[in-house]
Every structure is written in structure tokens, then in C-alpha cells.
């Protein structure tokens, strides 16, 4: 089975604090996710990644930027946290053939930003 | 630009019953759809997924879903609720595979015992 770690399940964090969010991935897959989940909201797509150094920006980028210096680690990275993004945080990947392969999520970081 | 709708944020019905959660998406090419689950404090998990051929999609734990172009519709449907399928559920459309998948907001299916 594959498997996408989330390093932290909760995370509480200061307005203006820098904030790594890691993420782990063990089936050697290409396609690397962040989405944020809010109430309402549903999924929101904040930046994927294709391979090792390469990204691109979802939906919502602004406030996030992201790192993928290894092909199974994808991390999230808040510059300066602000209160609004206090959120549930998901991790997915999947590999290149994604037209037959379902995105594997982790189990999620919720982050509290005070 | 894709994009999804889900009908009712929440959704219950009682155990044994009919369980009928509804989608309708919009896309410029054909789309691919899908349902995922997500059970309490777990990340989410593909319920069943419809990219091309047969339009009656069967999933796990006796989900099942219909793509219906004319009606732009993939409603998630269930004979017989049973308590463990209490979780949220989502729906969501690609036009290019997994990338970039648009996701509905959540429909949270309580089973009343």
C-alpha cells in the first residue's frame, strides 16, 4: 500500500512564525500535492509538483511556497504565518500515470495559527 | 475553467436506507470524476472514479455512481446505509487526469440508527 506521512498531526503556531510542513511519500511517485481543507470550502489546490524541482501554483498559492529537493518529500512552507491560514492541511500524491492511478492522501496536518 | 457542486452540506438518513449524494460539475472536455470518502481524522480515500467507457461506475463498500452527460451529473448512491459509512464525502472532476483536481465542498453523511 502507499503511503504519505504527514511529519506533524498538529501544529500551533505564532502570527509571523516561518512553518515547514513535511511530507513523505514511499511509492516512488511523481505527482506531489498540498491542498488546504476548510469548512465549506471543500479542497483547494495551493501548489503541486511534477518531479524533483519542479512546482507549480494551484489555486490558492498566495502566503505558501513549497520544496521538493527529493523525489518522496514535498514540503509545504508558510514564509509568515498569518491567522487565516489556520487550516487542515493534505498531502497527496500520485505517479505518472495519473489518468489510471487515484490521488494518495496522507492523514492530514491541522495547523493553528494564534 | 472546471468546477463542482455538491447538493446539501449535510445529509442524513436512517440505517438500511437509500443514500443518495448529489454532484453536478462543469468542464469544457470531458471530464473525469470522482468520489472520495473521508472517514474522521484520516486524510480522504477513492470511493470509485469514472474517466472513460462504462457510465455505471462501481466503487467500494457498495457505492456506486452514474455519469450523466446531458444532466452534467455523477450522483453517488448506496442501496442500504450502513452506520460505518458515516464520513464526508466528496466529489471532484479533472479534465486532464489527477492533476489539478477540483474538488465539490463536502457533503458529511450522518446514518441515524
Known amino acids: 500500500d502507499v503511503k504519505v506521512t504527514q511529519s506533524s498531526r498538529y501544529l500551533v503556531k505564532r502570527t509571523g512564525e516561518k512553518v515547514f510542513l513535511e511530507c513523505v511519500q514511499d511509492?516512488?511517485?511523481?505527482?506531489m500535492f498540498w491542498y488546504r481543507q476548510d469548512p465549506g470550502l471543500g479542497l483547494r489546490l495551493i501548489y503541486f509538483?511534477?518531479?524533483?524541482?519542479?512546482?507549480e501554483k494551484g489555486d490558492i498559492p498566495e502566503g505558501y511556497s513549497v520544496s521538493r529537493e527529493k523525489k518522496e518529500r514535498f514540503s509545504l512552507i508558510l514564509e509568515s504565518a498569518s491567522t487565516n491560514q489556520t487550516s487542515m492541511y493534505l498531502c497527496?500524491?500520485?505517479?505518472?500515470?495519473?489518468?489510471?492511478?487515484?490521488?494518495?492522501f496522507g492523514n492530514g496536518t491541522r495547523l493553528t495559527v494564534t | 475553467a472546471q468546477s463542482v457542486t455538491q447538493l446539501g452540506s449535510h445529509v442524513s438518513v436512517s440505517e438500511g436506507a437509500l443514500v443518495l449524494l448529489r454532484c453536478n460539475y462543469s468542464?469544457?472536455?470531458?471530464?473525469?470524476l470522482f468520489w472520495y470518502v473521508q472517514y474522521p481524522n484520516q486524510g480522504l480515500q477513492l470511493l470509485l472514479k469514472?474517466?472513460?467507457?462504462?457510465?455505471l461506475v462501481k466503487g467500494i463498500n457498495g457505492f456506486e455512481a452514474e455519469f450523466k452527460k446531458s444532466e452534467t451529473s455523477f450522483h453517488l448512491t448506496k442501496p442500504s446505509a450502513h452506520m460505518s459509512d458515516a464520513a464526508e464525502y466528496f466529489c471532484?472532476?479533472?479534465?486532464?487526469?489527477?492533476?489539478?483536481?477540483?474538488f465539490g465542498t463536502g457533503t458529511r453523511l450522518t446514518i441515524i440508527p
Open positions: 497527496a500524491s500520485t505517479p505518472l500515470d495519473r489518468n489510471n492511478s487515484p490521488l494518495h
Open positions: 511509492m516512488d511517485h511523481e505527482n
Open positions: 509538483s511534477y518531479d524533483v524541482k519542479m512546482k
Open positions: 468542464s469544457s472536455v470531458p471530464p473525469y
Open positions: 469514472y474517466t472513460t467507457g462504462a457510465t
Open positions: 471532484a472532476v479533472s479534465d486532464l487526469g489527477n492533476e489539478k483536481l477540483t
